[in-house]
C-alpha cells in the first residue's frame, strides 16, 4: 500500500478514485507545524533558528497520518504546487519523521486535478524542492518578527488589541494616502459643449448626432474655465454654419484578454460578480480541488488557482481550438494559438504555472450547472468564458472620426467639434465575453452608425449643450483597484491578495462605504505612526524588494538566512529607538453628544470591540453608550419614525439599521441618502459609481441631480 498525503478532504476524495486501491489517501488539513503562538519562537542569537510545533488541532491527524505511514511501502505528498505547499510536504516530512525511518519519500506536483495529470504526475516524482521552502520560511519568519515586535509596541503607545503586518501595513498605508489625496484635492471647474447636429436638408431630426467642441479648426484647443467663457462661445456658436471637415473610417482590431491569473480574475469577479477576493477564492479552490458529477465522480474543473502566469499547455490551446471550430465556426478561430506570455512578463512571473482555465474546453458551463452551487457556476463560467474567448480571432470593428467645422459669422474664427463612433463589423471573441473595465476608467462605446455624410456636406445646428464639469480627485480604492494597483507595485503575491484585504479590514483599521475602502481613525493613527517610526515597514517600493528577495531565495539565487539577517538588523534599532521617542497617542474624537449623567462632552474611543462614547470627564466619570453614526434619514416602515444608523455587524461588516430594533427590523446595506425619492418618497441609497437608487420602486438616477447633505456623526 502507497499512502498519499494532501491538505483537504475534498482533494483527497477526488485523487483518491483517480488512483485506484493501491493507493490509500489522506488529508492533512493545512498545515500540520507553525511557529508558537504565545512566544516569539525563533532563537535570534542561534541563527534565526525556527521553533516548529505541531499545531494543537492538528495532533489527532498527525498521529493518523503516522500510523498510515508505517503501514505504506512509500509515501507520496501531493501539496499545492507552490510554496505554501512545499513548505507543507517539508513539515509532513518532519512531523511524521520520514527523514529518519528510511522510508520512499516522494513530492508529486500537479497543475490540476484530472486523471491524466495525476498519473503523469506520479509517474515523474520528485524530491522536495528546499529553495521553495525555504522562501516561504523566511517569510513566514519576517512575518512574524515584524508581528511580534511592532504590535505590542501599538498596545503600550496606542491601545490594546492592536497588530502590524509587514505586507498589511503597505497595503493600509496606500488606503491612507489616497483618502489624503481626496482630502487635499482642489476641484478645478471647466466647461464642455456638445452640438447636436443633423443632415440637411433637417426635416428628420432622427438621424440627428452629437460632437464635441474640441478646439479651433487649426488645432489650437480651447480652455474654457468658467460660465462666462461658455457663454460668450456659445453666442458665437449659434449664428455659425456647420457642414462636414473629415470623415475618417478605418478598421481596428480589438483583441481578447489573456486567461486569469489570481490577480486578474480576482478583479474581474469582483467588478462581475461583485465577489470579495476571499470569496472567489474558496470558490475557485471548491472547482479545483474536485465537483462529483454524476457517474464522472468527483473532477477539478479548473487549473491551480494561485498563479501569476498566462502561460497555458499546448495540448489545452489545441483543445480550446477544437472546441471553438466546432462551437463557432472556422471564422471565429485565428490562423495560430494565441500566447500571452510576453505581454504578462515580469520578473516575479512563475513562468512554471499555468493561467486559470478550465481542465477541459469542451466541458461547458451549461452541462456542469446542475452539479454546481449558483456561485461555483458563476465562477466556473467567467473562467470558462475567458479562456475559450482567449483564443478566438479578434473582433473587426469600424472606428468612425467626423470632424465639424463650424464658421463663426462677422469674423474669421472657426472651431472644431469631433465625434467618434465604433460599429462591429465582425465580433470574433466579443460572441462570447467582454472583459469589464473598472469603474473608474472610460470605456470605449459601441455606438449606432453615424448617418450617411462625406466633406462639405452641410449640417444644422438643433441645439447646443453647455455642460459644467470639475475635475475630480483619485477615487478610493475597489477590492479590483486595490488588488490591481498591489500587483502593479509588486506588493504581495497571488496567495496572499485576499489575506492582505481580508486582515486589514478585520483589524477595523479600513472598512468598505459602496464597495471602496475607507480607513477608519485607527487605521490612520496606526499607519502615521508606522510611516513615521518604521518608513521602510510601509514603504513600497522597500516591500516590493522584500518580495524579490523572496523570489530569489525560491530560484536558489539567494540565501534565506541573510534576507532575514539584512531586514533584521536595522529593524530593530527602528523598534528600540521607537520605544524611546513614541508618546502615547489617544485616539479620541469630540462630539457632541453631552454625557448623561454628568453633562459633560462625550468623545469616541476606540476599545477591544470597537467605537464607543465615553465621557470626557473619565476616570472621575465612567459612563459609556454605545457608538452610534447616525444617518438623518427616517425609517419608512409605516408607523416606525426611528432613525436609521450605522452598525458594525459580523466580521466587522457595516450596514444601516433602525434605532428600534428589535421592534423594527428594517435593514440596509448601502448607506442611506437625506433626500427622497422623487418618484415614490422612499429611501434612495448609493449604487454604483455616480448613480442613486430607489429602495422601493424603479427609479435610478445620477448623484450630482440629487443635492449632497453633509451627514453628522
Known amino acids: ?27 492533512s488539513l493545512g498545515h500540520v507545524r507553525d511557529l508558537p503562538t504565545k512566544e516569539l519562537g525563533i532563537d535570534i542569537a542561534n541563527g534565526f533558528t525556527p521553533k516548529y510545533l505541531i499545531i494543537p488541532q492538528r495532533k489527532q491527524v498527525v498521529s493518523e497520518l ?51 495529470a495525476v498519473e503523469e504526475a506520479f509517474r515523474q516524482p520528485r524530491s522536495i524542492d528546499m529553495n521553495l521552502v525555504n522562501a516561504q520560511q523566511a517569510r513566514r519568519l519576517l512575518d512574524r518578527l515584524v508581528g511580534y515586535m511592532l504590535s505590542p509596541l501599538l498596545w503600550r503607545k496606542v491601545q490594546r488589541g492592536l497588530s502590524a503586518g509587514r505586507v498589511q501595513s503597505a497595503a493600509l498605508r496606500m488606503i491612507v494616502d489616497r483618502e489624503r489625496e481626496i482630502q487635499n484635492f482642489v476641484p478645478i471647474e471647466y466647461w464642455l459643449i456638445e452640438a447636436e447636429l443633423t443632415k440637411m436638408p433637417a426635416e428628420d431630426t432622427s438621424q440627428s448626432f452629437r460632437a464635441l467642441l474640441v478646439g479651433f479648426a487649426d488645432g489650437t484647443k480651447i480652455e474654457i474655465p468658467n460660465r462666462e467663457k461658455a457663454e460668450e462661445l456659445q453666442s458665437q456658436l449659434r449664428t455659425s454654419k456647420y457642414y462636414v471637415k473629415s470623415l475618417q473610417v478605418k478598421e481596428v482590431l480589438r483583441q481578447p484578454a489573456p486567461p486569469f491569473t489570481t490577480s486578474t480574475l480576482q478583479q474581474e469577479a469582483w467588478r462581475k460578480l461583485r465577489f470579495t477576493a476571499q470569496r472567489t477564492m474558496a470558490i475557485a479552490q471548491q472547482l479545483y480541488e474536485g ?96 479562456m475559450v474567448a482567449s483564443q478566438m480571432a479578434a473582433a473587426v470593428l469600424d472606428m468612425a472620426t467626423l470632424d465639424v467645422e463650424a464658421k463663426a459669422e462677422n469674423t474669421d474664427r472657426s472651431y472644431l467639434f469631433r465625434t467618434t463612433s465604433y460599429t462591429v463589423k465582425f465580433p470574433g471573441f466579443l460572441t462570447l465575453y467582454t472583459e469589464d473595465k473598472d469603474e473608474d476608467t472610460a470605456e470605449d462605446t459601441i455606438a449606432s452608425p453615424l448617418p450617411g455624410l462625406t466633406p462639405g456636406d452641410p449640417l444644422r445646428l438643433l441645439e447646443l449643450i453647455p455642460q459644467q464639469c470639475f475635475t475630480q480627485p483619485p477615487p478610493r480604492y475597489t477590492e479590483a483597484t486595490l488588488i490591481k494597483a498591489l500587483e502593479q507595485k509588486g506588493i504581495g503575491r497571488p496567495s496572499t491578495y485576499a489575506p492582505i484585504i481580508a486582515t486589514i479590514q478585520e483589524r477595523g483599521y479600513v472598512y468598505k462605504e459602496n464597495g471602496r475602502f475607507r480607513p477608519d481613525e485607527i487605521g490612520i493613527v496606526v499607519s502615521d505612526l508606522l510611516t513615521q517610526h518604521f518608513p521602510k515597514i510601509v514603504e513600497l517600493d522597500f516591500t516590493a524588494r522584500m518580495e524579490e528577495e523572496l523570489d530569489d531565495v525560491a530560484r536558489g539565487k539567494k540565501q534565506w538566512l541573510s534576507v532575514v539577517k539584512e531586514f533584521y538588523g536595522p529593524f530593530e534599532k527602528m523598534v528600540t529607538e521607537a520605544q524611546k521617542n513614541i508618546n502615547k497617542i489617544k485616539v479620541v474624537r469630540p462630539t457632541e453628544e453631552l454625557c448623561p449623567e ?64 428589535p421592534d423594527c427590523d428594517f435593514t440596509l446595506n448601502r448607506r442611506p441618502l437625506p433626500q427622497r425619492c422623487p418618484d415614490c418618497g422612499n429611501i434612495l441609497t448609493t449604487w454604483r459609481k455616480n448613480l442613486v437608487k430607489c429602495i422601493a420602486c424603479d427609479y435610478k438616477g445620477e448623484l450630482d441631480e440629487i443635492e449632497r447633505v453633509e451627514v453628522k456623526t
Open 598 to 661: 454628568c453633562g459633560s462632552p462625550m468623545v469616541v474611543r476606540i476599545g477591544r470591540y470597537g467605537k464607543f462614547l465615553a465621557c470626557s470627564r473619565y476616570p472621575e466619570c465612567k459612563k459609556t453608550i454605545p457608538f452610534l453614526v447616525r444617518t438623518s434619514v427616517t425609517c419608512p416602515r409605516p408607523g416606525c419614525n426611528g432613525e436609521i444608523v450605522e452598525k458594525i455587524g459580523k466580521k466587522k461588516r457595516r450596514f444601516y439599521a433602525c434605532t428600534k430594533y
Open 291 to 386: 465537483i462529483p458529477l454524476g457517474d464522472e465522480g468527483p473532477v477539478g474543473l479548473i487549473t491551480y488557482m494561485r498563479t501569476d502566469s498566462t502561460h497555458v499547455a499546448a495540448s489545452a490551446l489545441a483543445e480550446t481550438r477544437q472546441f471553438i471550430k466546432e462551437k463557432f465556426g472556422a471564422p471565429y478561430l485565428p490562423p495560430h494559438a494565441r500566447t500571452f506570455e510576453k505581454a504578462k512578463k515580469t520578473k516575479w512571473t512563475q513562468e512554471a504555472h499555468e493561467a486559470i482555465r478550465p481542465t477541459r474546453a469542451h466541458r461547458e458551463p451549461e452541462a456542469v450547472r446542475p452539479f454546481l452551487t449558483p456561485d461555483q457556476f458563476r465562477l466556473y463560467e467567467l473562467i470558462w468564458k475567458r
Open 66 to 116: 503516522k500510523r498510515s505511514a508505517e503501514g505504506a511501502s512509500a509515501v507520496y505528498l501531493a501539496t499545492d504546487p507552490d510554496r505554501e505547499g512545499e513548505a507543507i510536504s517539508w513539515h509532513l516530512v518532519k512531523a511524521l519523521k520520514l527523514d529518519n525511518n528510511g522510508k520512499s519519500v516522494y513530492r508529486v506536483v500537479f497543475h490540476e486535478i484530472t486523471k491524466e
Open 1 to 27: 500500500m502507497k499512502l498519499v498525503i494532501v491538505e483537504s478532504p475534498a482533494k483527497s476524495r477526488t485523487i483518491s478514485r483517480m488512483l485506484g486501491s493501491e493507493y490509500t489517501v489522506k488529508a
